[in-house]
């Protein structure tokens, strides 16, 4: 199957740093990628959806300035969480897709823990 | 709102059959999957059924839907120590943004030996 993958796949930083998460997409060109988030013992949360060439359409409650998505290629896309706090540790996972109604497919995860 | 419920633990013998329940809330569901997501690691999708289907079976896995009371089922037989893993049930509603995925909390599934 298709392989989507993710860098880093943890990082550590301190709070008021920002921390850019990579996803791509290895063997297929992706449209459309999603961003979820999920919390320990928790189910994924979709926070974004992003379209390449396009702005990223944002979940209710998912902070934009805060959760900059960009999708410059088909094989990438990018989160970048600025000025990270404590309370933004969690598993960010990442899934792309080449074209609507076609499965997702997704990357391994990011562990992003701010101290 | 959507939502997916499912029970969070499930211990079973290697050997036995599991079954693994979830339901749903969106009775406008078009489909709905079980995704299988090892320690550390992202979700793979294990399969998937159309909303109009009432079952299907792919080698050790059997899906069984039933769509009047929003329940959806997924059965491993012969269950390995390697289907250690926590299984997510996942819907994508009708109309929803792109395809996106609702997804259960996830039935975290232990083998014994």
């Known amino acids: 199957g298709a392989v989507v993958s993710q860098h880093p796949s943890w990082v550590i930083c301190k709070s008021g740093t920002s921390v850019k998460i990579e996803c791509r997409s290895l063997?297929?060109?992706?449209?459309?990628m999603f961003w979820y988030r999920q919390f320990p013992k928790q189910s994924l949360m979709l926070m974004a959806t992003?379209?390449?060439?396009?702005?990223?359409?944002?979940e209710q409650g998912v902070e934009k300035d805060k959760f900059l998505i960009n999708h410059a290629s088909l094989t990438l896309s990018t989160l970048t969480v600025t000025s990270a706090h404590p309370e933004d540790s969690s598993f960010y996972i990442c899934?792309?897709?080449?074209?609507?109604?076609?499965?997702?497919?997704f990357g391994p995860g990011t562990r992003l823990t701010v101290t | 709102g959507e939502d997916v419920e499912q029970s969070l633990f499930l211990s079973v013998r290697e050997g036995d059959s599991s079954v693994i329940n979830c339901t749903y809330t969106?009775?406008?569901?078009?489909?709905l999957y079980w995704y299988k997501q090892e320690p550390g690691a992202g979700l793979q999708l294990l399969t998937y059924?159309?909303?109009?289907?009432d079952m299907k079976q792919d080698q050790r896995l059997t899906v069984l839907l039933n769509k009047k009371d929003k329940h959806l089922s997924l059965r491993i037989a012969d269950t390995q120590t390697g289907d250690s893993a926590i299984y997510f049930c996942?819907?994508?509603?009708?109309?929803?943004?792109?395809?996106?995925?609702?997804f259960g909390k996830g039935t975290k599934l232990s083998v014994k030996p």
């Open positions: 059924i159309f909303s109009n289907m």
């Open positions: 992003s379209n390449e060439g396009s702005k990223a359409t944002y």
């Open positions: 969106d009775s406008s569901s078009t489909y």
């Open positions: 063997d297929f060109q992706a449209t459309t």
């Open positions: 996942a819907e994508t509603p009708y109309g929803g943004s792109q395809g996106n995925l609702i």
């Open positions: 899934s792309a897709r080449g074209a609507p109604g076609y499965e997702q497919y």
